[in-house]
């Protein structure tokens, strides 16, 4: 008989069996179940009595499909074999209701006085935590291609922002997107000015790369009415969803047959059409597609594939508006470079070349006339700012120089001074650098040269044996400056004597300066290549010195004197007198100036 305290011991043990929040079997040596708590019965939904005396194998283990398992794949049973401790999480039970329950268990080998009687396996309901799992990989994996999403549209804009020309920034753009968001993509664009023209300006297909760059070229016009995808994005600036069906539609017009032509050589199972467009005009549409059958878009990728094209509009938007913003300020500029004049048997050519982007184009402008005295002037300038306004204020600081110039024979001192105040108070044009020049002497020469420089780069002086010198003298403030602050400075009157043959040159700081080059080493590069083409032809010189320096980014005016050999110009036995030509007798002849786009290349060795 047991005592009362074994009694109570067993009576205490069974309500912690009963009370577990785990279910738990007991089994005997062939797994046929001896015992089952509470806790198992409610998870299972079985009755205590439908469970015991029933092998636990054959009544409730099953594999993912509900079907019976070989028992030798029951790790709960192998227990009874190898008398170790077992756990697992991949297994299912079978409910009451015919369900299935995952579970996470462990089974022990239960041992009485030394003898194996069997095994208890306890056991918890694992749906909770597998859906968590589940759901957390689930949100994972979201992140993982939001991430990747996030991470191209940041290569995508770097790409738009770039100093790049249009087709070049759309043959990038659809690079990035094969092979994430595609096995290839297309893209076509509305020819500029031709209404209804269209072109194919890129195709990224990397398993065919070949047949991708000979599917770029003209396309047919725009039709009238048509079913095609490119069309419909077109015109309703809205992106167009293609899957097999629609693909296998036949093409109702030229232009659809040359976008049928892409998913023909290249394949294509399902594919997206976006515009490219702001709410001003649309530009293109971007083709992408994927090959695999079975494949298809979601309404995120659509987004980010809309949201991508918008952002390319815009860009090829903004090139628009800098080329008409180029083009206007270019043709400003043209427009006030008039021709230039010729006095005796003095030589002037001059250059402008334009700045390589709208952004750069500038107030940069050269200038010569003659006063009223007969005197030849030479004027170089530039206004702060690279935008059409600058060209604007360029313009009017130009027209009160050559007006306050023409009004009174006066020092150029004097000139730059009213200039200044002129300015200040008549006008809203920001600060500006210049150099204001006369050229005097008598019929035949000599020649001097009398000038003010008011923070230009300073005019560089060229013999005819090729001894160069930059004339430091005469500087003072820059324009709009001194007056605005009420400094009083002002600027000195320098005198240079300017010898047979020699020549003069005057240039804006863009042929000097750039971002990889600092104006010293500039000012050095123009001093070597200017001596070495001291006997040159103006206009040569003028030519090659451009190629040799090749100047970019910043626009470039040029202005450049050549003297006569002495004596030249002088009649026989006539007295040298102060020039007094009347502008009729000196501009007869004048060669004029010469604009270029581009510096005319040489053939010549440098010097």
Avoid at 65 to 76: A, I, N, V, W, Y
Avoid at 224 to 235: F, I, M, N, Y
Wanted: glycine letters at 8%; one cysteine or more; proline letters at 7%.
């Amino acid at each position: 008989m047991r005592s009362a305290e074994g009694l109570l011991e067993i009576g205490f043990m069974r309500t912690v069996f009963d009370s577990l929040g785990a279910g738990v079997f007991v089994t005997e040596l062939t797994g046929r179940l001896t015992a089952c708590n509470p806790r198992a019965q409610q998870l299972l939904g079985r009755p205590q009595k439908a469970m015991l005396g029933h092998d636990l194998h054959d009544l409730l283990h099953r594999g993912p499909d509900g079907g019976t398992l070989p028992r030798s794949e029951c790790g709960m049973l192998a227990v009874l074999d190898s008398e170790q401790p077992a756990e697992g999480s991949e297994e299912l039970f079978l409910r009451g209701d015919g369900s299935l329950v995952p579970i996470i268990w462990a089974a022990t080998p239960l041992r009485h006085e030394g003898r194996m009687e069997g095994s208890v396996v306890v056991f918890h309901d694992f749906s909770l935590h597998r859906d968590a799992a589940e759901q957390t990989a689930a949100h994972l994996a979201a992140l993982e291609g939001l991430t990747a999403r996030l991470t191209m549209v940041a290569e995508v804009s770097t790409v738009l922002i770039s100093a790049l020309e249009t087709p070049e920034m759309l043959d990038r753009l659809a690079g990035l997107l094969v092979p994430d968001m595609g096995d290839w993509a297309a893209i076509d664009v509305r020819t500029a000015g031709q209404s209804g023209e269209m072109r194919r300006v890129a195709v990224r297909a990397p398993h065919d790369p070949r047949t991708a760059e000979a599917l770029r070229g003209p396309l047919p016009p725009l039709p009238e009415s048509t079913r095609s995808a490119v069309v419909q994005a077109l015109r309703s600036a809205e992106p167009v969803a293609l899957d097999a069906d629609d693909l296998a539609e036949a093409p109702d017009s030229p232009l659809a047959s040359a976008h049928r032509e892409l998913f023909d050589r290249l394949g294509g199972s399902c594919a997206v059409v976006v515009p490219l467009y702001t709410r001003r005009q649309v530009f293109g549409a971007l083709t992408v597609a994927r090959v695999d059958p079975g494949s298809s878009y979601s309404e995120a990728e659509l987004f980010v594939l809309a949201d991508i094209a918008r952002r390319a509009g815009l860009v090829m938007e903004a090139g628009e508006l800098f080329e008409q913003q180029r083009h206007v300020a270019e043709t400003m500029q043209r427009q006030l470079l008039t021709p230039l004049p010729q006095v005796d048997h003095l030589e002037l050519a001059a250059r402008y070349l334009p700045a390589e982007s709208a952004a750069e184009i500038g107030g940069d402008w050269y200038d010569s006339f003659l006063l009223s005295d007969g005197v030849l002037t030479m004027v170089i300038g530039d206004v702060v700012g690279h935008d059409l306004k600058a060209a604007a204020h360029m313009a009017e600081v130009r027209n009160m120089l050559r007006a306050l110039a023409w009004d009174r024979t006066e020092p150029p001192s004097l000139i730059m001074r009213r200039l200044d105040e002129a300015m200040t108070h008549t006008s809203d044009a920001p600060m500006a650098t210049c150099v204001f020049a006369r050229i005097e002497g008598a019929e035949g020469g000599p020649w001097k040269l009398h000038w003010v420089n008011a923070g230009h780069p300073p005019p560089l002086l060229i013999t005819a044996d090729g001894h160069t010198r930059f004339l430091e003298a005469g500087h003072g403030p820059l324009l709009g400056l001194s007056s605005a602050l009420h400094m009083g400075l002002g600027w000195p009157d320098a005198q240079a004597d300017l010898p047979p043959r020699s020549t003069l040159l005057l240039y804006t700081d863009g042929l000097v300066e750039s971002r990889t080059r600092d104006i010293e080493a500039g000012l050095d590069t123009l001093r070597r290549h200017a001596a070495a083409l001291a006997r040159r032809d103006i206009e040569d010189f003028l030519d090659e010195l451009l190629r040799r320096i090749d100047p970019s980014g910043d626009d470039v005016a040029l202005l450049v004197l050549r003297t006569p050999a002495a004596g030249v110009g002088a009649g026989p036995g006539e007295a040298p007198a102060q020039q007094a030509h009347s502008p009729a007798a000196a501009n007869r002849g004048a060669p004029g100036s010469r604009i270029e786009d581009t510096p005319v290349r040489d053939t010549s060795e440098p010097g």
